[in-house]
């Protein structure tokens, strides 16, 4: 996703690079089980409706409501949660899952296989819109019936071919389909409450689910409250209740707050905030940063021939002319890390050296070679991006980069949020120059990086950018079951990348937040897949 | 007087249907819509779909008139942003905590700022005048949410008086905030009204009359002076309630009051058309309200006044 939904407002001036720990005082003895609560701020969430999630305020709370199937830890890995096990048959077409047995929703009520089925085909019926349908289009049938060819969901392959097995049919070989799985919009539903309250089923009273905490109460605007699921069929958690504070603007309130002493975490510290926290003696300590699986980057338009960027020689000279490392550090004041390859770290396909290297120098020359010796004759171009602070000082950053380095004049417009959408919308058809935007995983696997947004028939980002060798390299890649392979492709996929830079990397994304010090096992997951099984970690000490 | 407000309210209905036009003319010229997010790869089917759900594959005019023949009919139709709730819904739940917090403002601007512009009058160029003049001259270039920063800075962070935020009812400590926030300017703007309007009346004639006859002291400001400066009072009261009763967004966002003044944000920044329409005419009727109560008002201040 873009990304805004998840951590909103910008992240920017911040002051020299405080040491960030994570003390926890060990020999604390845990607090009574009617003081395991964690005090947590959100944003209103729209509801807790699997099918049309979609951003931060839901899924973080939507996932500790919900079990999907399996879910993957840090080092990649699939892990089993309502599904005991799963079979992937040798063509890699047919997936199978055997669930729990003996798992119960909220009321009671078994959790089938059937529960599952519904679920997935609901995201796929047009009537409901969901944004993330096109998340189900690897499942044979899906987008048949999501575009309204057919008028029923029978066609789509997802069968429970028993009270504990669900079948699903791929329409080719897509070897991240667990990943897609382990996703929010994969998570069951049930119908029976669908049915009997409508769009209203997701309010507190009305809400069943079948994850490790349910849905106590929600005041909106107000508070909301999640209780750990007696019925839950996993281990108990430690942590008996969550109340989140709900409030239009947490980046902004949620400090104050905390200091106050009302709530144990802090949303993302605001660039005006950074700078005092980090010399606070108490909550200097109290900060943690953490990865988020993402990516800024400048997005050109490779087939505009009236603008420069479609030379890949000029998008090469001013890549290697940004100092990426000045950025991160002096620019956003190490809220966020140099990004010099597009896939993030933690995700396959990520490279630990980028290809192109030489700096300043081999900046010059190249641009040079494409015509434009010390700049001489170069038309300039025009950089837009949607009003954040953390874009306006790079975008800046960068137009006093080039400026110096390579004696080009480059242009900027800030646009308001809604009208940048709309401008980007247009660039799917419109010739441009370039513009700032970022992407974060959904899910950390390339399938969400490379395929998604360079592929040329994809195309998310309108880079227009075609390269044949770089498309079949991911197709295959999407498609491969063998790890080492798939990785190999990916890597070869990125090399090409980040050569001919379609969009030219500029930082990866991170969020910095204060913890109380009572608070243990609390860390931001770095996609928002991984939201699941959270809050099942936290524990709260005596204090 | 029957005739008059029923002749004011007759002519209520053209102003609403332009202020409905121009807001629905406003809110579709501007670019960027609903689903113009850039989140997250949408699928072309996929916003086709959405459109079809809200009409929005309609002709422009269609819309126009089922949005206006919904409304009529009592439903303000969804909101493309909080799916889960109908604008009805999002009004009837939010709209009577801005009207309280806003009816707690005004109490505490009239508190505030009658005494302040009294006092200002009376000892017109003293010491006193000055500082309540100087109070005004804060009030009115301070910002509304730069004064709920600093109180929740001062109290709440630094003092540790008060919550935060939040909100429990009128009669929770946490409604000191936001009403002094929100209560404020409008308070400084009363006094300084009231200060020029009463320093003109305490010139008639008749309060000299009054003084000359042995009348003394505040009695003869309050009774004689006070009641024939409100007028101007009045009038701007009215614009200041319908400001204060439709909630303040940053106020509610910085001391999380679940009021409306947010909608009025994010149904802009989401291009939620249903809920900007709806709130464009819920604030055009307290408009229209307000200015009708203040022209009746006239008529209890002033004997002169009459409505036939």
């Known amino acids: 996703m873009k990304l805004s939904a998840l951590f909103g407002s910008a992240v920017t001036i911040a002051g020299g690079t405080g040491a960030l720990l994570r003390s926890q005082p060990a020999e604390a003895a845990l607090a009574a089980s009617a003081k395991q609560v964690l005090r947590y701020p959100d944003q209103e969430p729209l509801h807790f409706d699997p099918a049309t999630m979609e951003a931060r305020p839901e899924i973080l709370i939507g996932m500790a409501l919900f079990d999907p199937l399996i879910t993957f830890d840090n080092n990649g890995r699939a ?6 096990s799963w079979t992937v048959s040798p063509d890699g077409l047919t997936y199978t899952f055997h669930l729990r047995p003996g798992m119960k929703w909220s009321d009671g009520r078994p959790v089938t296989a059937a529960d599952y089925e519904y679920a997935w085909k609901r995201v796929l019926d047009p009537a409901i819109a969901s944004d993330y ?31 504990l097995t669900l079948r699903a049919v791929m329409a080719a070989p897509a070897a991240y389909f667990p990943r897609l799985v382990s996703t929010w919009n994969y998570m069951p539903v049930p119908r029976w409450q669908v049915e009997k309250y409508g769009k209203k089923w997701v309010e507190a009273g009305n809400h069943v689910g079948n994850g490790m905490f349910t849905l106590q109460s929600w005041e909106h605007d107000k508070d909301l409250v999640i209780v750990a699921n ?4 996993g281990p108990k958690p430690t942590l008996q209740k969550v109340v989140f504070t709900l409030t239009d603007d947490p980046f902004r309130t949620s400090l104050p707050a905390y200091e106050n002493n009302e709530l144990d975490v802090t949303d993302q510290i605001q660039p005006a905030d950074i700078m005092r926290v980090r010399s606070d003696p108490v909550l200097s300590k109290e900060i943690h940063k953490f990865r988020w699986s993402g990516t800024a980057a400048l997005f050109c338009d490779t087939t505009n021939t009236k603008s420069p960027l479609s030379n890949p020689k000029v998008r090469q000279a001013l890549y290697l002319a940004i100092d990426h490392t000045r950025i991160a550090n002096d620019v956003l004041r190490g809220i966020y890390d140099p990004a010099t390859t597009i896939t993030p770290p933690g995700t396959i396909g990520s490279l630990a050296t980028p290809p192109l290297t030489g700096g300043v120098a081999r900046a010059r020359q190249l641009l040079s070679e494409a015509g434009y010796p010390d700049g001489k004759g170069f038309p300039g171009f025009k950089v837009t991006w949607p009003k954040l602070v953390t874009f306006d000082l790079v975008a800046q950053a960068l137009q006093q980069m080039w400026q110096d380095g390579l004696k080009i004049t480059v242009t900027l417009q800030q646009m308001e949020p809604k009208e940048f959408n709309a401008a980007f919308n247009s660039y799917a058809t419109q010739p441009y120059d370039a513009f700032l935007d970022r992407w974060g995983s959904d899910y950390e696997d390339p399938a969400n990086w490379a395929n998604i947004l360079f592929d040329s028939e994809q195309d998310f980002f309108h880079t227009k950018w075609h390269n044949t060798q770089y498309d079949s390299l991911v197709r295959a890649g999407a498609a491969e079951g063998n790890a080492a392979k798939r990785k190999q492709l990916y890597e070869s996929a990125e090399k090409i990348l980040d050569t001919e830079l379609p969009a030219i990397p500029i930082f990866h994304l991170g969020v910095i937040i204060a913890v109380k010090p009572w608070v243990q096992g609390f860390a931001l997951p770095p996609a928002a897949t991984a939201w699941y099984g959270t809050f099942g970690r936290v524990k709260i000490l005596d204090h | 007087m029957g005739t008059y407000l029923l002749r004011r309210l007759l002519l209520a209905i053209p102003t609403m249907v332009i202020v409905y036009t121009l807001a629905f003319l406003l809110i579709h010229a501007t670019p960027g819509g609903p689903w113009d997010n850039a989140e997250k790869p949408l699928a072309p089917q996929v916003l086709a779909n959405l459109k079809a759900k809200y009409h929005l594959d309609d002709p422009l005019w269609k819309q126009y008139v089922l949005y206006l023949d919904n409304a009529l009919h009592g439903s303000l139709g969804p909101s493309y942003v909080n799916t889960s709730q109908d604008v ?4 009837k739940e939010f709209f009577p905590v801005s009207l309280q917090l806003g009816a707690a403002a005004m109490v505490f601007a009239i508190a505030i700022g009658i005494p302040l512009g009294t006092l200002a009058a009376v000892y017109r160029n003293t010491p006193v005048d000055y500082t309540a003049m100087g109070i005004v001259v804060l009030g009115i270039s301070i910002p509304n949410y730069v004064m709920a920063t600093l109180l929740v800075t001062v109290f709440a962070v630094v003092l540790h008086w008060i919550p935060t935020g939040g909100w429990r009812g009128l009669l929770d400590v946490r409604v000191l905030a936001p009403m002094v926030a929100i209560g404020f300017r409008p308070a400084t703007t009363l006094a300084r009204y009231l200060r020029t ?6 010139h008639q004639d008749y309060i000299r009359t009054a003084q000359a006859k042995g009348l003394v002291g505040f009695r003869v400001i309050v009774r004689h002076g006070l ?5 101007p009072i009045a009038t701007v009261s009215g614009i200041l309630v319908a400001d204060v009763i439709t909630g303040s967004f940053f106020v509610e966002t910085i001391t999380r009051v679940p009021g409306i003044g ?8 989401g291009r939620d058309y249903p809920v900007l329409l709806a709130l464009a005419l819920l604030f055009a009727i307290i408009i229209i309200t307000m200015n009708i109560l203040v022209d009746l008002s006239y008529a209890l201040i002033d004997p002169r006044v009459r409505y036939q």
Do not use: M, Q
């Not at chain 1, 575009?147 to 066609?155: Q, S």
């Not at chain 2, 309007?197 to 305490?202: A, G, K, M, N, P």
């Open chain 1, 79 to 84: 892990v089993p949660v309502a599904a005991r």
């Open chain 1, 133 to 163: 349908a096109s998340a189900f289009y690897p499942i044979k049938g899906a987008l048949d019936y999501n575009k309204g060819k057919v008028k029923t969901p029978d066609n789509v392959a997802v069968k429970a071919l028993d009270t």
């Open chain 1, 230 to 233: 007696p019925r839950y069929w």
């Open chain 2, 88 to 91: 009805t819904e999002i009004i």
């Open chain 2, 197 to 202: 309007s009463l320093l003109e009346v305490l």
């Open chain 2, 227 to 231: 009641k024939n400066a409100l007028t």
């Open chain 2, 262 to 269: 947010r909608y009025f944000v994010t149904a802009t920044t």
